[in-house]
Each structure stands twice: as C-alpha cells, then as structure tokens.
C-alpha cells in the first residue's frame, strides 16, 4: 500500500512506523542492505506489491542501557527555533528550553557563514510548573502566544509540545486555532514530544511538517525557475558555487531561514538536501503536495556522487550541456590536489559516526582519500527515505561504490560501546556529529574531529575540504594520547574485557547475579 | 491562579538555568558517584549541554555528559509504565559503572506517569547496592532546586543515622551548585584552601579536592554546616539540624578580596571556637602577597590614560550577582548602576538580600536590586540603563552579547549561559581569585580577553 504524506493532520506519523527506522543493529553494511530490501519498499511506497516476506520489520536489538541523547522536541529548536522571524515557544517545563542557548550559539554561527545579520533566536518558554501540570497550562499558552506577538512581532508563531504537556493532555492544536485569529498570523502546533518516536529525527520531520501546512505557499502565483530548495542546517554557502554553473540560486530551509524563504519553497524548480535523513520528508512533501520535484540522485558526496547528483539536476532544468562541462573542468581542478592527499593518507583508517544517511556522503569521502573505513556507527538506520527513489539507496550507493563496511553498527549515542566498538577495527580519527561522544571517544587515544559545518565535505571542494581539517586532526593525536595515559572512563573491567558491543542485550545470563542478589533479599 | 498569570507574565526567553532534573551534575560532581537519570531522551542533553557546555565550556567528567545512563523513555513506557525500563537501566549500570553511589533523579515523564521509583530503589538498597532516588521533575523547580533535592536524597538513603561524636574543627562546607557558575570548580578549591589556612579541617563534598563518597560518610561528624550563599544550601543545612542536631553557620556573601576574605575567616574561626593565632597568621601572611601584587596594579590604575570603566551593571545569580557587586563597589569603587538576579530565588531569601544591596554594599552605595527571570526583561532593564561616564562594563551571559556589542561596551561572561568564554581551571574570589578577576576586568579594559 502507498502512503502518501498526510498534509491534514497537525502530527507526522512516527519514523519506526512510516519508515521502519531502527537504533539498534550490528553486522556488515553489505548484510543491512540485503535486510533492508529497500527496492521493494520503494515498490511498497509506489503503490506496488512486492513478494511476501520482503521489506518487513527489520530486527532490531533492543539495549537495556541507554545514555544521554537528543529528542525531537530538541530537533524542532534547532529547526524552527534558527527562524529569523518566527518564535517558537516551547510549551514545557523550562528544562525543555535549556538548550536554547546552544541554538543561540549556533544561529550566531550559521547567520555570519550565510552572511545575514547577528541576532538572538526568538524563543519563549512557558515555563509550566507544578499547578500548571495538575489545573493545566492553556491559560500561560495564550499568554504565551500574546507575549510573543507583543515581544517580536513575527511572522509566524509555533508551538512545541514536549513530554509532560503530552502526557497532561494538553490541547495545543485548539489553542493554535483559537489565537490565531487574534494575533493575525499562523500559529502553528508541533507534536514533538521527546517520547514519541525513540529517533530524534522524527523532530526534522515534524517541523518541516507544520510549515508545509501552514507557511509554503499552496498556490504559487509564479515559479521561480533558478530557485532549487536545499534541505540543511547552517552549514556554509557552498551550494552557491556548486550550482551557479547550472544557473540556479540556492534557498536554504530552514535553519537562518526568514518566513518568506519558507513560503517560496513551492515556487522553487526542485528539492534536494545534504542529507536524506534531514531533508527526505521536506522533498517528498514538496513533491507530492505541491509538485516540486525532488531530486532522485545519489547525495553530493565524493566524486561520483557528486557527477550524478549535478546530472540529475541538469536535467530537471534542462542544463544537461553545461553540468557535464562543470564535471569535466571540475575533476580536473581538483585532481592534483587529490592526488597530493590520497598519497599522505596511505595507509590511514577513518571511522565515521553520524547519522544514517549523512554517514554514507562522509564515508563516500573518506573513500575518495583513499581512507579505509573497516567500520562505522550510525544513530539510526531508515531501511527506506521518504521519496522512496531509485536513486536515494544511499547505503547501498555507498557499498557499490566503495565496497563493503564489515563492522557496520546502527546504535543511538550508546558511548558505552566505544571501546569495544573500536578495538575491533583499525581507526586513526574518528568524525563524529552529534554532542556526547566525540569527548568520549577522545579518552580513548584517537582524535576526533566534531564536524559542526555539516556542508564541509559536499561537492568536489569538500573532498579536499575534509582532508585539509584531518591534517590537523591526525596531529591532535598527541593530546588524545595524554588523555589515555592518564584518564579512565567510568567503565569496569568487566566491561572493557568484552568483545561484544551489544553483550548486555544478546547474553541472557548478564544479568544473573545482579538477579541473584535482589531475590535473595525476597 | 489566572489572576496571576495576568498580573506577572511567568513566561521566560532567553533562559539562564536549567531544571531541576540538570542536578545529574551535582551528582557527577561527587568522586565515584554515578547518575541515573529516569527521564526522556533529551532532557539530560538538554540540561547537561546548558551546565557544562554552554557554560563556558567546562565540560564534564566520569560518568556525566556523553556516559550519563539515561531512560530516555519511550511511548511505550508512558502507555505501560516505565519501571521496567527503568529495573533494566539500573542493573546495567551497576553492571559496568565502576561506581560507588548511584543516584536515580526522576523527570517529568517517570513522575506524571506515576512509577513507584521509591519501592524499586529500595529493592536495590536491600539487596546492599548504595543507591538512592530523587524526585526532581523540571515542573517542581530550577537545576538549584534539584541540586538540594538531590544532596538530601543521599543524606537521607545513604549517608544514613548517627549518634556519634561530634568533632571539634571539622566542618562540612556547602557552597555553589556545582556545574551552574563557570568557576565553581576553582571557587571550591581556594574557599577550601582558605578554611584550611585558618585551621580548620575541611569537608569537601563536591569538585575537584573532594576525595569521593567517604566525604559524605563523614557529614555527622562535623563540628557544624558553613553555608556560603545567599539561599542555595540553607535547605539542606536546615534539614542536617534537624537530622543530626548540626548547627549551621549562613554566611551569604562570597568572600572576594582581601578585606572580605578576612573578615570571613574571622566570622568562621569565632564561631567554631578554634585558636585563633593560625588564622591570624594566614590573614597576614595572605594579606602580604595580595597588597604586593594589588600595589603592582596600583600603577596601571593611576597612570593608565586611555580610559577605563567607572559604571557596571551584572546580571547573574544571587550568589555571584552578590559578591562581585560588592568587590567592585566597596573595593574598586566602580559603580553599580544595575543588578538583575535571575536564579528565581526562593521568595523568603528576597527581602535580606534587596536589604544587602541597599545598605551593606558598601559605605555611600546603595542600590534597587532587580529578581527577574524572563531573559528578555533582564536585556530590557539593562538595555535602559543610562550610563554617564566612560566606557561601562556589564557583567552578564551570552543573551547579552548582542546588546553590549550594540552599546560598546565592556563585557564579560561570568554567568550561566557563557559561549564566548572558556575556563579551565579559574576562581575569582578569595585571595587569589580576586586578582585574576581584576586581571580580567582590566585586560577587557586594554583591549584584550
């Protein structure tokens, strides 16, 4: 059965379910694939029938022991709260806004990269306490949502729902509708609260889902025909330089965003992202609901990646000529240099632990240099994208073209696995996004470079962008070595003799004197 | 309660703590300590990445930040309950934290779904694991409020009953929260330092001289409770009187300086009754090495020509707002022109702390003090503050930075949040810490960092 993206219900169906995402699984990235019989839920998504059996639930190894991560009501600040000229206000206790600082940070950072000016994002908490958790928290909403107007006047106005308003029933989808009449712009309800999905990512689909109802244009007037949509973070301006041969002006979605950027979004010639895992909702939706077509290439990420991605785009604006010239002038730029760098990383061995589908463009990178990756560790694994096209197997691209990853792990920021997830493979740096690991991974002996600008390694200057910064970072193996002379994680020995990253979940005994113990007591 | 509301708007931008399940890190800042947190995915990211990382980036250590076991509940377990979460959680940590106290802090989720986290615990207590539970949802209150919630659920489920002896000279000392100013860690060590020179023996409970769990062991035996804050710790000061018949000695101000600092140590040797030759020969003898290097400065504040500040304003909490405000005005004699305290300090620590700012600053000073937690109202008061003379200074976080680059004005990050400062080992108060907070003001005022 196809399942096309419901734009009339304010909640977005879960990631485990409208996709089938996992956070727990080990094996080689060759056996992932063949479980993950994307072909055939890319027919499923099509409206097509596949053979019995095929596409179902992955397996999944559940852990008992979970560790500090991110949720999707933190995905939603750090999408909707880096709009220059909405508010998002969290509807939550204040803990839920104590990352707003972070954000702050961060938007400082994307706004000089993007070359707009500095401001602080606009985010208000309602600060619910006790009272508001037993008599309910309505009233500080609409209070809320005047103070919002009255502060920063803006052009839109969200609402976050986050783990206690969800379980107090609050009803934040009356109260949008009810004050928006009021305040004379949209208010717009998330639903993402951090319980709801066990991936974060689940948040990107949610914020991206309340614009697509309520800002991007339903009826464009007019089509931009140089205007492609680029689904991303704060990164750097480098899709400028990348599609400027094509003749198209980028416009980022959504973080440094203004609400305008948003509203044209229908008006753009196509979609397409860094990242399938970030962006694959926002392309499908825009595909299916207002015919802007998504691209259906591989990501731009090393070199073959990036020729097809360029091509696939030339041809949706008929600039087929011109992207092959861009190729051919490219790879002959940047070949020296590329082959300067692929003689200093003989040798080497990267790790790479991000998300799913930005995991792949990087190791594609990494490849590019001539890096072996013998293994790698994603927060989650989606067996299939939004889009569903035949081009977007981004995994299975990655195998193909760069060969097999034997120690291929879907596990969500388990730092405790670290040791035993790099003592069975050769790494001499590892990248990681996400905050929580690098710092420990860093305890054990191996640099590691936290990649913030997520568009560092896109393109053809990427591949040399990321191995300009490994120089440094192979160098910071001094300090990480210190560090591991001297600095212990908080593991016992037990732990660190074990070979098996997932040991607590596959060895039914573990547990037995632990077990022992409580029932003598009883 | 909506006639409230309409009177005080309680919403807040531009946020300066975290909540009340953020006080994981009171229990990272104890050696051997492990927390658990029972709580949704997010919240300690959250909370953790505000104390340690948006906090002047002073980072965590052991089983916090990244190595924090964490529920991280589900849909699942609001449905059906999280305690078998939870069960399984905690035996895997005692699996394979090497840990000598476990403290389980429940969030919003475990408490509005109602788990029996107690009974569970106490299944693990008997069993003889040292282990403990605290309820801190962020609905209930600020990271401070957790922070005392957690130090009286490891007095009240580890530390245990004690008829013993009393001894003469030891004191336990409860100062800042650990993780919420950016140079807790340094503060810790020269109060420390500072009691040990005038000759007492010191219990250290949190940071980088505190020398694991057995501190906590010795609580009872402490001669009496030093409290050094305007409110943060008086809770579990009282709460140790009333479990151990503890007396407790509340000193509000953090000694910053010379003279202060003195007058602190006296304070503190009177009441415990100890000799006094010790602590007047550690006055003198630091007295000594501050005025030597305070003359050397002496020449850069007389013959520097290019201008420096003469007004401040500070936003912060009650406890730093406080003792630099009172370093600044009664021994620089720079000018406060405004202070804005924004740890929603408990409302019956107010009137003695607004009286403090009116008449005991400093002889001829005497300001209105502001409680204000909504960021945006901190920027506005601030904002509208008319400074007269010379370049002015403003002491604040990193919701500031915009506004002072607007003003051009002088401005560092003393509070939380900080993302334009890093500390690695840092104290401004004290003896020493008063030196290197002048170094700071003045090499801003040169044009440095």
């Not at chain 2, 720079?334 to 009137?351: Q, S």
Request: overall charge negative; glycine content about 8%; hydrophobic content about 40%.
């Amino acid at each position: 059965m196809s399942k096309k993206i419901n734009l009339n219900m304010t909640t977005v169906e879960n990631r485990e379910l409208r996709l089938g995402t996992i956070i727990g699984w080990d094996g080689s990235a060759k056996d992932l694939i063949r479980q993950s019989a994307y072909d055939e839920r890319s027919l499923k998504k099509h409206g097509g029938c596949p053979a019995k059996g095929q596409g179902c639930r992955l397996c999944e190894i559940q852990s008992p022991l979970n560790q500090e991560t991110m949720c999707s009501n933190a995905i939603v600040q750090c999408q909707i709260g880096n709009l220059t000229d909405c508010v998002l206000i969290n509807h939550a206790p204040i803990g839920c806004s104590s990352e707003d600082a972070k954000f702050n940070l961060t938007m400082h950072m994307g706004l000089a990269r993007r070359g707009k000016p500095q401001q602080n994002t606009l985010c208000i908490s309602t600060n619910l306490l006790e009272k508001d958790m037993v008599f309910g928290g309505s009233a500080k909403l609409r209070h809320a949502i005047r103070v919002a107007k009255e502060r920063y006047n803006p052009k839109a106005i969200f609402i976050a729902m986050a783990c206690a308003t969800a379980i107090t029933g609050e009803d934040i989808d009356s109260v949008a509708e009810e004050m928006e009449p009021e305040v004379g712009v949209p208010v717009i309800p998330l639903h993402c609260e951090g319980f709801r999905s066990k991936h974060w990512s689940t948040g990107f689909d949610v914020a991206f889902h309340g614009v697509l109802r309520q800002i991007v244009e339903k009826n464009p007037k007019k089509k931009q025909k140089d205007l492609i949509n680029i689904i991303a973070l704060w990164g750097s301006d480098w899709f400028t330089d990348l599609l400027k041969p094509l003749g198209l002006r980028v416009n980022y979605l959504l973080d440094c965003a203004s609400f305008e950027e948003i509203r044209q979004a229908s008006e753009a010639v196509a979609t397409t992202t860094f990242c399938e895992t970030l962006g694959g909702y926002m392309g499908a939706a825009l595909q299916e609901q207002f015919g802007v077509p998504q691209i259906d290439a591989p990501q731009p990420y090393g070199i073959k990646g990036t020729d097809e991605w360029l091509r696939a785009i030339a041809k949706v604006v008929g600039k087929e000529k011109e992207a092959e010239e861009f190729i051919e002038s490219e790879h002959k730029r940047i070949a020296p240099k590329l082959a300067e760098f692929r003689e200093f990383f003989k040798g080497k061995h990267g790790m790479v632990l991000t998300g799913s589908a930005y995991a792949h463009g990087l190791i594609s990178v990494l490849a590019e240099l001539g890096i072996k990756n013998e293994g790698a560790l994603v927060f989650h694994h989606d067996p299939i994208y939004d889009g569903a096209g035949k081009n977007q197997d981004t995994l299975k691209q990655l195998v193909e073209t760069y060969g097999d990853i034997p120690h291929y792990t879907v596990s969500k920021t388990r730092a405790f696995q670290l040791p035993q997830l790099l003592n069975r493979i050769k790494a001499d740096f590892l990248i990681i996004r996400h905050p929580g690991l690098a710092s420990v991974a860093g305890h054990l002996g191996v640099p590691t470079f936290a990649l913030g600008d997520e568009h560092i390694p896109v393109g053809y200057d990427g591949i040399l962008r990321i191995a300009e910064i490994l120089v440094g970072v192979l160098s910071r193996t001094k300090f990480n070595k210190t560090l591991q002379r001297h600095v212990r994680l908080p593991y016992n020995d037990w732990w660190f003799s074990q070979t098996d990253p997932f040991i607590l979940s596959n060895d039914k005994n573990v547990f037995k004197d632990i077990e022992k113990k409580l029932e003598e007591v009883i | 309660m909506s006639e409230q509301i309409k009177k005080k708007p309680t919403v807040i931008s531009n946020v300066r703590y975290a909540c009340a399940v953020g006080a994981t890190n009171t229990v990272v800042a104890i050696k051997g300590a492990v927390p658990i947190a029972n709580c949704s995915p997010g919240c300690q990211l959250k909370t953790t990445a505000m104390l340690t990382f948006e906090n002047a980036f002073q980072g965590s250590i052991a089983a916090g930040g990244g190595n924090m076991p964490s529920a991280n509940a589900t849909e699942n377990d609001v449905v059906f309950g999280g305690i078998k979460t939870l069960d399984s959680l905690i035996k895997s940590t005692l699996k394979i934290y090497e840990g000598d106290l476990f403290v389980v802090l429940t969030g919003c989720t475990g408490e509005l779904i109602g788990d029996n986290v107690p009974d569970l615990v106490r299944s693990y207590q008997e069993a003889g694991y040292p282990i403990v539970y605290a309820n801190t949802p962020g609905f209930k209150g600020n990271n401070l409020f957790g922070h005392e919630e957690v130090v009286n659920a490891i007095i009240d489920q580890y530390v245990g009953p004690y008829s013993g002896e009393k001894k003469k000279g030891l004191v336990n000392l409860w100062f800042e929260t650990p993780y919420y100013n950016q140079n807790w860690r340094g503060d810790y060590q020269e109060l420390a330092r500072i009691l040990r020179g005038a000759g007492l023996e010191v219990n250290v409970l949190f940071g980088p001289e505190n020398p694991g769990v057995e501190a906590w062991k010795k609580i009872p035996q402490a001669q009496f409770n030093l409290v050094v804050s305007p409110w943060v710790g008086v809770r579990n000061a009282e709460h140790l009187q009333k479990k151990y018949d503890q007396p407790f000695l509340h000193i509000p101000e953090i000694p910053v300086g010379e003279e202060a600092t003195a007058k602190f140590i006296r304070q503190v040797v009177e009441y415990a009754g100890i000799d006094k030759a010790q602590s007047e020969e550690f006055i003198k003898q630091e007295a000594e090495i501050y005025y030597y290097y305070l003359e050397h400065f002496s020449e850069f504040f007389a013959e520097y020509w290019y201008g420096m500040p003469s007004e401040f304003a500070v936003t912060a909490d009650a406890a730093y707002a406080l003792a630099y405000s009172k370093f600044l005005a009664d021994q620089i004699g720079l000018i406060p022109k405004r202070v804005v305290i924004t740890d929603n300090t408990p409302a019956k620590f107010r009137p003695a702390i607004t009286e403090y700012f009116k008449n005991n600053i400093s002889e001829g000073v005497s300001i209105d003090v502001d409680f204000e937690e909504d960021g945006h109202e901190v920027i506005k008061l601030i904002e509208s503050v008319e400074f007269k003379a010379g370049k002015p200074l403003i002491l604040g976080t990193s919701w500031e930075l915009n506004l002072a680059n607007d003003k051009e004005t002088l401005f560092f990050e003393i509070s939380t949040p900080s993302s334009e400062t890093l500390v690695v080992n840092r104290s401004h108060i004290g003896y020493r810490g008063a030196l290197q907070f002048l170094e700071r003001i003045y090499s801003a005022s040169v044009g440095g960092k």
